[in-house]
């Protein structure tokens, strides 16, 4: 089934470790996002990328930072991870970039940092 | 600053039916999403408004009112699996989505 995939599901990580989140897409998609889920708390962009070769802050980057070498892969890193990174990850994707087409979300990523 | 209301959480009967509301300020509007998310699971799509008006879509429908700032969900012939979280998102000035923290439906047989 096409779709998006995020690895890994869940994951407990020390604080100062590195971390990337993997995301990849079948569906050929331009654009795709990262977004973290907190409690009580909208979905917040971290970074987003148009299309392959280019990326874009969102509202939440600090900490945060992400590659597009092509156009199925989109992996975000944390660099020294926080116990603030602590969240819900996910990554989606739509066909044209500007927002006004339907997002298509990975199943997300649950990241606990201690 | 940008801002969506919705209540946090709601109650209503299976077989009934449950009108979600959305209010928004936000810098300009190119549009409002309706997302259905399943606890512990990703948000999928449900509707998208930019005109004035009701969108029906089998038992949702999705109602909005530039003017107002407003927009609401609506679900007929309640189910159980109609049990979720529903995120209302709009589409700003800058084409930047702005989400809601979302209302916890609970539906009750």
């Known amino acids: 089934i096409a779709g998006i995939t995020q690895a890994p599901t869940s994951q407990i990580l020390a604080a100062g470790r590195r971390m990337t989140l993997r995301c990849t897409q079948d569906m050929r998609h331009n654009a795709m996002y990262w977004y973290r889920q907190d409690l009580g708390l909208g979905l917040r962009l971290i970074h987003y990328?148009?299309?392959?070769?280019?990326?874009g802050k969102g509202e939440v980057p600090d900490g945060y930072s992400v590659s597009r070498a092509n156009t199925d892969d989109f992996p975000l890193t944390l660099a020294s991870a926080v116990p603030s990174q602590t969240s819900v990850y996910f990554c989606?994707?739509?066909?044209?970039?500007?927002?006004?087409?339907?997002?298509?979300f990975g199943e997300g990523s649950r990241l606990t940092v201690l | 600053g940008q801002n969506i209301d919705q209540p946090t959480e709601m109650t209503a009967t299976e077989g009934a039916i449950v009108q979600i509301n959305c209010t928004y300020q936000?810098?300009?509007?190119?549009?409002l999403f309706w997302y259905q998310q399943h606890a512990g699971e990703a948000p999928t799509f449900l509707s998208y408004n930019v005109l004035d008006g009701l969108e029906e879509k089998g038992r949702f429908s999705s109602f909005l009112s530039r003017s107002k700032g407003y927009s609401y969900l609506l679900l007929k012939e309640l189910q159980m699996k109609d049990s979720a979280s529903y995120l209302c998102?709009?589409?700003?000035?800058?084409?930047?989505?702005?989400w809601g923290a979302g209302t916890k439906l609970i539906i009750k047989p």
């Open positions: 989606a994707s739509s066909a044209g970039s500007g927002g006004t087409g339907e997002l298509f």
């Open positions: 936000t810098s300009g509007f190119n549009g």
């Open positions: 990328s148009n299309t392959a070769g280019t990326t």
């Open positions: 998102a709009v589409l700003d000035s800058n084409y930047q989505l702005i």
